[in-house]
Every structure is written in C-alpha cells, then in structure tokens.
C-alpha cells in the first residue's frame, strides 16, 4: 500500500507527467493505488496524491451510489474533451482526510485516456463518475478541490481543516 500525501504537500500544486508506455512498472503502480484507495475507502485516487508524478488515475464508483451510473477503472494521460450542465456536489479527498466542501462540477464529461491495456479509450461519463473524473483531473493538474470554491469560501474551507488537523495532533 502507497502512502497517501496530504496538503499542503507541495505535489499536490504540481502538474503530472505524461506515461509513457504502459510497462510493469506502471502496472505495479496501478495495483497499488487501486489498493491504497480501496484500504482508505476512497472512489477515485491520481497517483500524486501517492506521491508519483504521472498522469494517472483510478476510479469505482460501485460502492457509493444507490441508483444512477457507475463507474470503474484506470485512466492514463486523461483529457477532458467536453463537458456539460452543471451540478452542485459535496467532495471529500483523502489528501484533506475529513474534510468536505461543496464543488459545481459539470454534471457530464466526454473524456479520451488510455487504459491499463494501453488501449485508447473515449468515455461519456455522467453525474458521481463525472465528478469523480473532474476531481482527479484536477490532481493531475495540480489544481485541488479548494482552488475551485471562491475566496471566502476558500478560505472557510482551509480554516476548517486547519482546525481539524490541530484537534487531530491535541487528540
């Protein structure tokens, strides 16, 4: 199992890189994460939160919605192709353990990546996998969930998680 790295680790403001060929190194890495994230109860894990810089992801969403689309798998060098409507959701992430703020995420995304049989692959993804989608191309890119609320918001939000992180540390 993987460490997962919280903020402000300085990864999570940083861009990933490219995979270049989907080897046995890069399946290892695969099945370590789908582990770290289902031993965290996670739905969706981008590998610099482990601390490995490359532009992967796994998501399953099979666990977490009683009704409505689901979603599982690997996505590698992921980009969003289109996206559409709106939709108002409240996220958690396991580099900010016990945290949720509430996000405006597109409710459906059209997504091109290749999988982990170096497949290209072209995905419509709608509602908790849409999210989940945006969430984790949001790592890639260095961008976390507080850059996407507004100023007071934000700042709300990290004040919050500072607190809890001290309770934590006085506990």
Known sequence: MLEIVTFPNEILKRKTNPVKSVDAEIRDIIAQ????????????LAANQVNIPLSIM???TTSREEEGEKFKGVLINPTLVA???QIK???GCLSF????????????????AINEFEEEITLKLTGLPAVVFQ????????ITFLDRLSGI????A??????????????
Request: charged share 40%.
């Open 33 to 44: 994460m789908k582990e770290t994230m289902y031993k965290n109860d996670g739905i969706g």
């Open 58 to 60: 796994v998501i399953d």
């Open 83 to 85: 996206k559409e409507d």
């Open 89 to 91: 959701f409240k996220e």
């Open 97 to 112: 353990p016990g945290l949720q703020v509430e996000v405006i995420r597109a409710k459906e995304v059209l997504i091109k």
């Open 135 to 142: 969430h984790e191309f949001d790592h890639l890119s260095g």
């Open 153 to 156: 918001k934000k700042r709300f």
């Open 158 to 171: 990290l004040e919050k998680y500072q607190k809890m992180l001290k309770e934590q540390v006085g506990a």
